[in-house]
C-alpha cells in the first residue's frame, strides 16, 4: 500500500470521509494542515499539473462563493499568490505518493493509482462540501 501525504482542512467533513477510505484502503497517512502549511508557488503548482486554473479552487471558498474571486478569469501566477496569502482558496485535498502530486478527490482516478478497497459502495460526492448547500 502507499504511503499518502494528505494536505486537508482540519474539520472539513469531506476530508475526515476521504482519510478514511484511504485508511480502510491500507494506505499509511501523514496529514497536515493545509491552511497553516507554508506553501510557495512551486511547491503548491506541483499538485495542479494540466488542469485548467478554475480546478485549482474551492468553489465554495467565501470569496468565490461572493464572487469577489472569479477563478476562470485568473492566470497561474495570480492564483497562485491568492491561494498562498488565502488557503481556504485551495481546493482539497491535496495528495502525494512519492513523486506524484494531485488536488481533489476523484475516486475513480485514485483507485486506478493506488487503490481503494470500498470505492464502488461510496455514493455521494467526497469534494464538495456538505454544508455549502
Known amino acids: 500500500m502507499a504511503n499518502v ?29 493545509l491552511l497553516t502549511t507554508s ?3 512551486e511547491r503548491l503548482r506541483q499538485f495542479f499539473g494540466n488542469r485548467p486554473v478554475k480546478e485549482w479552487f474551492n468553489p465554495t471558498a467565501p470569496r468565490i462563493k461572493s464572487g469577489e474571486i472569479i477563478p476562470s478569469q485568473l492566470d497561474e501566477e495570480t492564483a497562485l499568490k491568492l491561494m498562498i496569502v488565502d488557503p481556504l482558496l485551495i481546493r482539497r485535498p491535496l495528495i502525494q505518493v512519492e513523486d506524484v502530486c494531485q488536488v481533489g478527490f476523484d475516486l475513480d482516478y485514485i483507485d486506478s493509482w ?20
Open 5 to 33: 501525504i494528505f494536505y486537508e482542512k482540519p474539520g472539513c467533513i469531506n476530508n475526515t470521509k476521504q482519510k478514511n477510505l484511504l485508511q480502510g484502503a491500507g494506505h499509511d497517512l501523514v496529514v497536515h494542515n
Open 39 to 41: 506553501w510557495t508557488t
Open 114 to 133: 493506488i487503490g481503494l478497497k470500498a470505492k464502488d459502495s461510496v455514493i455521494e460526492d467526497l469534494e464538495t462540501c456538505p454544508r455549502s448547500h
